[in-house]
């Protein structure tokens, strides 16, 4: 199975679209920050949805440590923006939430949603921009073609 990570920068939205699937370790998720940075269309400032429900993110407290150490060593890639993490299982809840326990020294409002509708409402969305990010979001999907199925023994719906 291989890891995908792919993103779509909707510039009319001021909106970042990442979608991951697979497993994956800090350097991976620090490598594909690094690859949205270089984006012409990149700006620090545009708001953020990751989509993570087809991951499983294999990193320790520590790690999430050296994130976010990467990000204040890279200034380019910190800007006040609100973030918004779609989750599915208990163990990508657990991982968001370090992550947030860390960001806190970053200028940016990061929460995390177990629905879109949830996170749309935060980031403030308008009903043309939901139709755009919910097309851009079904193809990020299909362009991944995700075969990784998640543990959810411990997720029920």
Request: glycine content about 2%; some cysteine.
């Amino acid at each position: 199975m291989t890891n995908k990570l792919n993103y779509i920068i909707l510039k009319e939205e001021e909106l970042i679209l990442e979608y991951y699937c697979g497993k994956f370790y800090a350097e991976e998720l620090i490598d594909f920050k690094r690859k949205i940075g270089l984006d012409p269309c990149y700006k620090a400032s545009f708001d953020v949805i990751s989509d993570i429900r087809n991951s499983e993110l294999l990193f320790s407290f520590d790690e999430v440590e050296k994130y976010v150490e990467f990000l204040f060593k890279n200034p380019e890639y910190i800007g006040a923006r609100k973030t918004a993490m779609i989750t599915k299982t208990p163990n990508q809840v657990v991982a968001s939430l370090g992550f947030d326990m860390q960001r806190r020294k970053l200028p940016m409002s990061y929460k995390i949603f177990s629905t879109f509708e949830a996170a749309y409402t935060f980031l403030e969305l308008s009903s043309t921009s939901i139709n755009n990010v919910d097309s851009a979001i079904n193809k990020l999907r299909i362009d991944c073609d995700c075969s990784f199925k998640i543990d959810t023994k411990y997720f029920t719906s």
